[in-house]
């Protein structure tokens, strides 16, 4: 099956400072990769959806400015977590879709998950 | 995206079968039913998915109710790598670019 890597894994940072998590489909190119949040204890909350060489499209009740997204590539998208305070503290969770369907099931694929802890 | 209600939990001793019930009485003739799991600390993966007959793959089977309002995971030998939260949703057809959109799913313990 197809594989979408995320980077880091894990990150501890301050409050105040930024933190980019990347997301990258391995094999694959993915012109829509979704942007999930998770916390402890609760499912999955899609934040945005990340289009390759468009603007990010957001849930409503997600700050833009604050949760910054490119998609630059067919095979790389990034989320910045700008200013970040404790209450940012989440597992944060990418997904892509192939974009030439070479799997029928037309199934997502997930990233491992980038778990951020702001102190 | 039509609800789907699951249990909270369930429990399951190694070796024995296992059977998620998910209810979707409100389910569109076009809706695909997902299954998904989410093992502690990962990402969510694709498990099986269907329109209105029964699947079988490598990983589970799923059991769809004659008038699709719920269908069953089965997971035939449950293992301890199969502690997971398990997701039932229903989505477009394949090829179609819309998200998941996630409930809650049941959380399945399996005991040694």
């Known amino acids: 099956g197809a594989v979408v890597s995320q980077h880091p894994s894990w990150v501890i940072c301050k409050s105040g400072t930024s933190v980019k998590i990347e997301c990258r489909s391995l094999d694959f190119q993915a012109t829509t990769m979704f942007w999930y949040r998770q916390f402890p204890k609760q499912s999955l909350m899609l934040m945005a959806t990340?289009?390759?060489?468009?603007?990010?499209?957001?849930e409503q009740g997600v700050e833009k400015d604050k949760f910054l997204i490119n998609h630059a590539s067919l095979t790389l998208s990034t989320l910045t977590v700008t200013s970040a305070h404790p209450e940012d503290s989440s597992f944060y969770i990418c997904s892509a879709r192939d974009a030439r369907g070479r799997f029928s099931t037309g199934e997502l694929f997930f990233g491992e998950g980038s778990r951020l802890t702001v102190l | 995206d039509a609800k789907t209600t699951q249990p909270n939990s369930m429990e399951s001793n190694e070796e024995e079968p296992v059977h998620l019930p998910c209810n979707h009485s409100?389910?569109?003739?076009?809706?695909?039913i997902h299954w998904y799991r989410q093992l502690p600390s990962q990402g969510p993966e694709y498990v099986i998915h269907?329109?209105?007959s029964n699947v079988n793959n490598r990983m589970a089977s799923l059991a769809i109710a004659e008038d699709r309002k719920s269908s069953t995971l089965i997971l035939h030998r449950a293992t301890l790598r199969d502690a997971a939260v398990y997701y039932c949703?229903?989505?477009?057809?394949?090829?179609?670019?819309?998200?998941?959109?996630f409930g809650k799913g049941t959380k399945l313990s399996v005991k040694p």
């Open positions: 949703i229903l989505r477009d057809p394949p090829g179609s670019q819309g998200n998941l959109i």
């Open positions: 409100t389910i569109s003739g076009t809706d695909y």
């Open positions: 990340s289009n390759e060489g468009s603007k990010a499209t957001y």
């Open positions: 269907g329109l209105t």
